[in-house]
């Protein structure tokens, strides 16, 4: 398949595809994905189970040793080569992102542009994988080098699924790794087209595989012994499956696992900045974002103003299918539709005040309004658990409140933002706020240059940057006796 052009439209059923050739599933099963914005079924998807997983890892075992050994100039520039096929077919996949995954056309596209930079970030890096000296004295050397660990598991998630892809192959590829993607059973179309433009640019087949399917495909994956690392992005509670079966074969992990994020809000925050980038933080995408900022921890001084702007921010968004580029889309599945409204009548019930929204909206797609929660307590489950909704729950702080330890009273730690003009404040809060990642009078500030990842029960590991290449790469060191 390499070296050939792929023309990239919906097919009416999607098999396996390994080591560069369509493969049906063993079990001859197929499932249907759904447009989350019509109800309308897509198309029809291999089904995966534990024997195409085998093939797969099969695959990537054999690719694995060309991969490796190909000169690293010449690797990345093939890793390279995908951002510009991906650039090359930007509006083609946006769109069959958005109709997958419901988000709205221009966030797909912005996201699979971010995809391609990944592509080119980690290409520019395969010749730049460094060992180093380590001084021993005169009678000895010692040196080390950094090695790919060999077949690395993808387990994509359903949330942002073409920039995932691009954010664990590209550097998995880079380092010399060779992949098997399991894409979650919703979204699964965009990790297809990608993998067929990394054939495209020259990737061996057997180096960038993906097999679609369920729990069942993801439980194969992770338990098989021919997988050295593993890669996952999802819920807490499959994550601990994830490293139960890791633990196994001893296969080092990479979780990322999602977070309940806390905005800080002082009296002297400019309110206009930081009403719009906790809306964005929270509405982007549905708020079907790991880092979203889903809690709010606002100064009682401006607390009743950041709740009326806020709640008009959202009153005034605009819903519809995402190929209509709306400001915001449909929830992805009926499952997590049903899941977020449980939490707006748990919200309800804890006391909470609906400021705006709280309801499912009638009619095809699977739509819930943009939802503001005021006067929370943060021992509500609104204000504990991670919703992957448009759900914002505000807590008011006062001058006798420690509002470090409310926004580190959480499972999670993933990101949380600081809203002052006070520098000094900034960074004192930047110290004692338990996340990976902190955004002072923003939200979203990471790139795919900088690491990213959760503190306790967020994960294990850092995506993104250079920091990214130590899920992929082991380090050997080398002791040569002079004497």
Same mark, same amino acid.
């Given at each position: 398949?390499? @070296?050939?052009?792929?023309?990239?439209?919906?097919?009416?059923?999607? $098999?396996?595809?390994?080591?560069?050739?369509?493969? *049906?599933?063993?079990?001859?099963?197929?499932?249907?994905?759904? $447009?989350?914005?019509?109800?309308?079924?897509?198309?029809?998807?291999?089904?995966?189970?534990?024997?195409?997983?085998?093939?797969?890892?099969?695959?990537?075992?054999?690719?694995?040793?060309?991969? #490796?050994?190909?000169?690293?100039?010449?690797?990345?520039?093939?890793?390279?080569?995908?951002?510009?096929?991906?650039?090359?077919?930007?509006?083609?996949?946006?769109?069959?992102?958005?109709?997958?995954?419901?988000?709205?056309?221009?966030?797909?596209?912005?996201?699979?542009?971010?995809?391609?930079?990944?592509? %080119?970030?980690?290409?520019?890096?395969?010749?730049?994988?460094? =060992?180093?000296?380590?001084?021993?004295?005169?009678? @000895?050397?010692?040196?080390?080098?950094?090695?790919?660990?060999?077949?690395?598991?993808?387990?994509?998630?359903?949330?942002?699924?073409?920039?995932?892809?691009?954010? =664990?192959?590209?550097?998995?590829?880079?380092?010399?790794?060779?992949?098997?993607?399991?894409?979650?059973?919703?979204?699964?179309?965009?990790?297809?087209?990608?993998? !067929?433009?990394?054939?495209?640019?020259?990737?061996?087949?057997?180096?960038?595989?993906?097999?679609? =399917?369920?729990?069942?495909?993801?439980?194969?994956?992770?338990?098989? *012994?021919?997988?050295?690392?593993?890669?996952?992005?999802?819920?807490?509670?499959?994550?601990?499956?994830?490293?139960?079966?890791?633990?196994?074969?001893?296969?080092?992990?990479?979780?990322?696992?999602?977070?309940?994020?806390?905005?800080?809000?002082?009296?002297?925050?400019?309110? *206009? #900045?930081?009403? !719009?980038?906790?809306?964005?933080?929270?509405?982007?995408?549905?708020?079907?974002?790991?880092?979203?900022?889903?809690?709010?921890? /606002?100064?009682?001084? /401006?607390? $009743?103003?950041?709740?009326?702007?806020?709640?008009?921010?959202?009153?005034?968004?605009?819903?519809?299918?995402?190929?209509?580029?709306?400001?915001?889309?449909?929830?992805?599945?009926?499952?997590?539709?049903?899941?977020?409204?449980?939490?707006?009548?748990? @919200?309800?019930?804890?006391?909470?005040?609906?400021?705006?929204?709280?309801?499912? #909206?009638? @009619? %095809?797609?699977?739509?819930?309004?943009?939802?503001?929660?005021?006067?929370?307590?943060?021992?509500?489950?609104?204000?504990?658990?991670?919703?992957?909704?448009?759900?914002?729950?505000?807590?008011?702080?006062?001058?006798?409140?420690?509002?470090?330890?409310?926004?580190?009273?959480?499972?999670?730690?993933?990101?949380?933002?600081?809203?002052?003009?006070?520098?000094?404040?900034?960074?004192?809060?930047?110290?004692?706020?338990?996340? =990976?990642?902190?955004?002072?009078?923003?939200?979203?500030?990471?790139?795919?240059?900088?690491?990213?990842?959760?503190?306790?029960?967020?994960?294990?590991?850092?995506?993104?940057?250079?920091?990214?290449?130590?899920?992929?790469?082991?380090?050997?060191?080398?002791?040569?006796?002079?004497?």
């Amino acid at each position: 398949m390499a @070296g050939q052009s792929v023309q990239r439209q919906l097919w009416e059923q999607y $098999d396996h595809l390994v080591e560069g050739n369509w493969v *049906e599933p063993a079990s001859g099963e197929y499932v249907e994905t759904v $447009d989350p914005g019509t109800e309308e079924p897509i198309t029809a998807v291999a089904d995966g189970t534990a024997a195409d997983v085998d093939r797969a890892v099969t695959a990537a075992i054999e690719a694995f040793a060309t991969w #490796r050994d190909t000169d690293p100039v010449e690797r990345g520039q093939r890793v390279g080569r995908v951002a510009d096929l991906i650039r090359d077919h930007l509006d083609e996949l946006a769109q069959i992102e958005s109709r997958d995954q419901g988000k709205p056309l221009s966030q797909a596209r912005h996201e699979l542009e971010g995809a391609a930079r990944y592509f %080119e970030y980690y290409g520019g890096a395969a010749d730049k994988l460094e =060992g180093s000296s380590i001084p021993v004295g005169p009678d @000895g050397v010692d040196y080390t080098v950094r090695e790919p660990y060999g077949v690395s598991a993808q387990i994509i998630p359903w949330n942002l699924p073409g920039n995932l892809f691009a954010r =664990g192959v590209a550097p998995a590829l880079a380092a010399g790794n060779a992949v098997v993607v399991k894409p979650a059973p919703t979204t699964p179309l965009s990790a297809f087209y990608l993998a !067929e433009l990394c054939h495209e640019a020259g990737i061996p087949g057997g180096a960038v595989n993906v097999v679609s =399917g369920g729990g069942a495909a993801g439980a194969a994956l992770t338990e098989h *012994e021919g997988v050295d690392t593993i890669t996952f992005t999802g819920s807490v509670v499959t994550g601990q499956k994830v490293m139960e079966a890791a633990a196994k074969s001893i296969t080092p992990v990479t979780l990322e696992l999602g977070g309940k994020n806390p905005a800080i809000v002082y009296p002297d925050a400019d309110l *206009e #900045r930081a009403v !719009e980038a906790v809306a964005m933080g929270i509405f982007t995408n549905a708020g079907q974002v790991c880092s979203a900022a889903d809690r709010a921890l /606002v100064h009682e001084s /401006v607390y $009743d103003e950041f709740v009326d702007r806020i709640a008009a921010v959202a009153e005034g968004y605009d819903l519809g299918h995402g190929l209509d580029d709306p400001e915001m889309g449909p929830l992805n599945s009926a499952d997590h539709l049903a899941k977020v409204a449980g939490y707006l009548d748990t @919200g309800k019930a804890e006391g909470a005040t609906l400021v705006t929204g709280g309801e499912v #909206r009638d @009619g %095809e797609g699977y739509f819930v309004e943009p939802t503001v929660f005021a006067d929370a307590h943060n021992d509500m489950r609104i204000a504990q658990e991670e919703i992957f909704g448009p759900v914002l729950t505000v807590l008011p702080f006062d001058n006798d409140t420690d509002v470090f330890d409310v926004a580190n009273d959480v499972d999670y730690g993933l990101t949380a933002g600081v809203f002052t003009t006070d520098l000094a404040r900034a960074h004192r809060a930047a110290k004692r706020l338990e996340a =990976g990642n902190v955004y002072v009078n923003q939200w979203f500030g990471d790139t795919n240059r900088t690491p990213f990842g959760g503190y306790k029960q967020s994960g294990i590991g850092r995506e993104k940057g250079l920091a990214a290449l130590d899920s992929y790469l082991q380090t050997k060191n080398v002791a040569i006796d002079l004497g």
